[in-house]
């Protein structure tokens, strides 16, 4: 079988592509190097074995893309490609629906013209914004998130949904929660560009002193400690979800199929949880100051990934320290190699 693995030389592409090869998918991967590095593809094939097919394209780029279909015998794809920095969507929102949006419906053209079907998209829990009620299931009412960048990964399900129902297309919508850490080879991992807006990055890079010192957003939230709560998943485990909700695709025997999955760990860890257990895991100081909430920030999410283990056989089961130990191991190979 062979995939198309758009935006796999990015964070979560890389390990999913590496996933893949290791289940004996063929993988052609189109990535246009917006945000990532093409030693990566090296990088993989040092850890997977195999060297993936490699196009760097940008999947605006219609009949380019149109090549690569021409070229492969393509049974399905999973679309990572897609710019992902919030705040940044909030002053370039154009940028940001027509790279998200216009790249995925060219692939969707694509699918329908030569009547492909297996299509997984990376959505997010941003899809959810402040929910109501925790742990947040697949059926927790979803709100227009604030961000242009998650308006684009709630249009991008909607797109997707109107697709799979008029053109009988299987498709799978993973809502990913937050994903953290490294390979355990730490040849792979999240490539920050500039200065982390997420914290597990910021974390390391303060640990590592290229940051002097890290802004813990609000301390007043209504949580145990203070400080906001998220649902840290570790990538690796991530990657295998999209494996199996492939598999699970490729099984079905309806002809119009639209999974939608959670994929987190079931667990909350406040800001100050994460930075004591990054101490802990790799025995390293994280200076801090608290400050100010960020704008936009929610109080509190994580995930009710019950149906994931259910139908996909599938459960994080790494422990944020042990996330957070390959990340710093990322870190010291990048220091090493001076990126
Ligand atoms: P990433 O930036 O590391 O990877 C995305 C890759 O896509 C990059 O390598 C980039 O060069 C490429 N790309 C972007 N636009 C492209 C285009 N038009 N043509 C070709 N290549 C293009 O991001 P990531 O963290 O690996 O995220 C992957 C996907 O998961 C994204 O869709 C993101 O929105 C989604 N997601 C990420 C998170 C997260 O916290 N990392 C959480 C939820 C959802
Ligand atoms: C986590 C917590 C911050 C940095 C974002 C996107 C979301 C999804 C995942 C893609 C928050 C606090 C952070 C720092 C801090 N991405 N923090 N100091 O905000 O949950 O979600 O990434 O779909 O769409 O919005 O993740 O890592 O930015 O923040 O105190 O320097 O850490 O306030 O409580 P977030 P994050």
């Not at 094939?45 to 149109?66: H, I, N, Q, T, Y």
């Not at 969707?108 to 109501?132: H, M, P, W």
């Not at 004591?276 to 100081?285: G, I, L, P, S």
Request: contains cysteine; negative net charge; glycine residues 6%.
């Amino acid at each position: 079988m062979t995939i198309l693995v758009t935006g796999g030389l990015g964070y979560i592409g890389s390990h999913t592509v590496v996933e893949l090869l290791q289940n004996n998918f063929q993988v052609i991967i189109v990535d246009d190097l917006s945000n990532s590095e093409k030693f990566i593809l090296d990088n993989i094939e040092k850890v997977a074995g195999k060297r993936p097919v490699f196009f760097p394209f940008d999947l605006k780029r219609k009949e380019l893309l149109s090549q690569v279909f021409d070229a492969y015998e393509i049974d399905g794809c999973i679309n990572f490609a897609a710019f992902k920095a919030v705040g940044e969507s909030q002053e370039k929102p154009l940028d940001y629906y027509e790279n998200n949006l216009f790249s995925l419906i060219n692939i969707l053209q694509e699918f329908k013209k030569r009547n492909i079907s297996n299509f997984i998209f990376s959505s997010s829990c941003t899809v959810y914004g402040q929910a109501d009620e925790q742990p947040i299931d697949e059926n927790t009412p979803l709100k227009m998130p604030e961000s242009s960048y998650g308006k684009t990964k709630q249009m991008g399900e909607e797109i997707l949904k109107d697709f799979a129902t008029a053109y009988q297309k299987k498709v799978s919508l993973l809502r990913y929660f937050n994903p953290i850490g490294s390979h355990p080879s730490a040849l792979l991992g999240e490539l920050p560009i500039g200065i982390p807006n997420n914290l597990v990055p910021y974390v390391t890079q303060t640990a590592s002193g290229i940051r002097e010192k890290l802004s813990i957003w609000g301390n007043d939230y209504d949580t145990e400690d203070g400080t906001a709560v998220r649902d840290y998943i570790y990538v690796v485990d991530l990657a295998k979800a999209h494996v199996k909700a492939l598999q699970k695709l490729m099984a079905e025997n309806e002809e119009t199929v639209i999974d939608i999955y959670n994929l987190g760990t079931g667990k909350g860890s406040s800001v100050l949880e994460v930075v004591e257990a990054f101490e802990t895991a790799n025995d390293v100081k994280v200076p801090y100051q608290i400050c100010e909430r960020r704008a936009g920030d929610i109080t509190i999410a994580y995930a009710n990934a019950d149906k994931a283990e259910r139908e996909l056989g599938w459960k994080a089961d790494t422990s944020l320290e042990e996330a957070l130990r390959t990340t710093w191991e990322w870190q010291n190979y990048l220091v090493s190699r001076e990126l």
